[in-house]
């Protein structure tokens, strides 16, 4: 027996063409004529330019060898950079020591990804043992002198490895330094207050080379001759002064846009001066500055590069060291390119990082 639907099926909306990657070319590039014919001129010109770019960086490139005599075609010499990768990555550390700084990286990727990814539990757990234990757990690692590891002094530290520990303790003990000065220059308190806008206004009004410079130089000076301080440390310290006073700035932004009846309420209730702080304010403060909070994160990672005028090596330095070397004059090119990349890849993800939490942290201020 056949059954046959005596109602007619509801009407069903027509397939939505704004979706998929031809609704998203029709929507963005190919709304109208108008919009059509710029988008095909910018699409041409942007062909013309990139595609010699390509033809050198990919096509013509040289990839394999171990030295520049593998480069035999009118591309870029790749080689260059496989034939000193570890050099790049782990400085002047020794090679049968290297598993150590593999360690480092293993665990700061894992953290980072544990960090990242949504639903992930114990966030809290791995943000303590990111910014307390991670630091102690890799300064014994790469240093070595304890619990049986041999010992590697600062000055054979280099390479990327160097460029992520001066970047990640800058990041690290600028923000709570750079909190903490916000909210002294905003407290009412003279003394408290007098001492903050001092310290922000020198470290801001000196240009981190000087500080660099007198970190590794002037600084032993006014020191018993007894005392030693290492290098990098100074290095280390400086720098995280340096950009506490720049994200004081940018906090104490975020704080002025919080109305004052916040911390009125809280007071209110019975809370005191640091639960409002830490528990009303300084929440809401955050969130509002953070494209400025990365943004001088970018600049300090950026500015790890500057270390070179105190005789520490980080990525950028290790490559400009390798382009002095007789057997491979004449490939700056690629060395700049590969050092731009690798900056580029830390900043773009910064970057992206800070516009997902502003999309989840974003409770309805638009």
């Given at each position: 027996?056949?059954?046959?639907?005596?109602?007619?099926?509801?009407?069903?909306?027509?397939?939505?063409?704004?979706?998929?990657?031809?609704?998203?070319?029709?929507?963005?590039?190919?709304?109208?004529?108008?919009?059509?014919?710029?988008?095909?001129?910018?699409?041409?010109?942007?062909?013309?330019?990139?595609?010699?770019?390509?033809?050198?960086?990919?096509?013509?490139?040289?990839?394999?060898?171990?030295?520049?005599?593998?480069?035999?075609?009118?591309?870029?010499?790749?080689?260059?950079?496989?034939?000193?990768?570890?050099?790049?990555?782990?400085?002047?550390?020794?090679?049968?020591?290297?598993?150590?700084?593999?360690?480092?990286?293993?665990?700061?990727?894992?953290?980072?990804?544990?960090?990242?990814?949504?639903?992930?539990?114990?966030?809290?757990?791995?943000?303590?043992?990111?910014?307390?234990?991670?630091?102690?757990?890799?300064?014994?690692?790469?240093?070595?002198?304890?619990?049986?590891?041999?010992?590697?002094?600062?000055?054979?530290?280099?390479?990327?490895?160097?460029?992520?520990?001066?970047?990640?303790?800058?990041?690290?003990?600028?923000?709570?330094?750079?909190?903490?000065?916000?909210l002294g220059r905003r407290s009412k308190m003279p003394?408290?207050?007098?001492?903050?806008?001092?310290?922000?206004?020198?470290?801001?009004?000196?240009?981190?080379?000087?500080?660099?410079?007198?970190?590794?130089?002037?600084?032993?000076?006014?020191?018993?001759?007894?005392?030693?301080?290492?290098?990098?440390?100074?290095?280390?310290?400086?720098?995280?002064?340096?950009?506490?006073?720049?994200?004081?700035?940018?906090?104490?932004?975020?704080?002025?846009?919080?109305?004052?009846?916040?911390?009125?309420?809280?007071?209110?209730?019975?809370?005191?001066?640091?639960?409002?702080?830490?528990?009303?304010?300084?929440?809401?403060?955050?969130?509002?500055?953070?494209?400025?909070?990365?943004?001088?994160?970018?600049?300090?990672?950026?500015?790890?590069?500057?270390?070179?005028?105190?005789?520490?090596?980080?990525?950028?330095?290790?490559?400009?060291?390798?382009?002095?070397?007789?057997?491979?004059?004449?490939?700056?090119?690629?060395?700049?390119?590969?050092?731009?990349?690798?900056?580029?890849?830390?900043?773009?993800?910064?970057?992206?990082?800070?516009?997902?939490?502003?999309?989840?942290?974003?409770?309805?201020?638009?």
């Amino acid at each position: 027996m056949t059954a046959f639907r005596e109602q007619m099926i509801a009407q069903r909306q027509p397939p939505d063409q704004r979706r998929g990657v031809i609704g998203w070319l029709r929507t963005n590039l190919f709304a109208g004529p108008i919009n059509s014919i710029i988008s095909l001129i910018v699409i041409a010109i942007a062909i013309r330019l990139l595609w010699p770019v390509i033809d050198w960086a990919f096509i013509e490139a040289d990839w394999v060898g171990n030295s520049r005599e593998a480069c035999t075609s009118d591309g870029a010499c790749w080689v260059f950079i496989s034939a000193r990768w570890n050099q790049i990555v782990y400085g002047f550390y020794p090679e049968a020591l290297r598993w150590r700084v593999d360690i480092v990286f293993a665990i700061f990727a894992a953290l980072i990804a544990w960090l990242i990814v949504p639903k992930l539990p114990a966030k809290k757990s791995v943000g303590i043992f990111a910014l307390i234990g991670f630091p102690i757990v890799s300064w014994i690692l790469l240093l070595g002198g304890m619990f049986g590891l041999d010992h590697v002094p600062t000055r054979l530290w280099g390479g990327l490895m160097l460029t992520l520990t001066i970047a990640a303790v800058g990041i690290v003990g600028s923000l709570p330094i750079g909190v903490l000065l916000a909210l002294g220059r905003r407290s009412k308190m003279p003394l408290v207050k007098g001492v903050c806008v001092v310290f922000i206004e020198f470290w801001r009004g000196v240009p981190l080379i000087t500080v660099l410079f007198m970190a590794s130089v002037m600084l032993p000076l006014f020191v018993p001759a007894q005392m030693e301080f290492d290098k990098l440390l100074r290095a280390l310290i400086g720098i995280m002064l340096f950009w506490s006073a720049y994200m004081a700035e940018v906090v104490r932004g975020g704080l002025q846009a919080i109305p004052k009846g916040q911390s009125e309420a809280g007071a209110a209730l019975g809370l005191g001066y640091w639960q409002r702080m830490g528990l009303i304010v300084l929440p809401q403060a955050l969130k509002l500055v953070i494209p400025g909070i990365v943004n001088t994160f970018i600049s300090l990672f950026k500015d790890t590069s500057l270390v070179l005028i105190i005789g520490l090596f980080d990525v950028l330095a290790i490559i400009q060291a390798g382009l002095t070397d007789s057997d491979w004059l004449g490939f700056a090119i690629e060395g700049y390119v590969f050092a731009a990349l690798i900056f580029w890849v830390f900043c773009f993800s910064m970057s992206r990082y800070s516009q997902y939490i502003e999309n989840r942290l974003n409770t309805g201020h638009k």
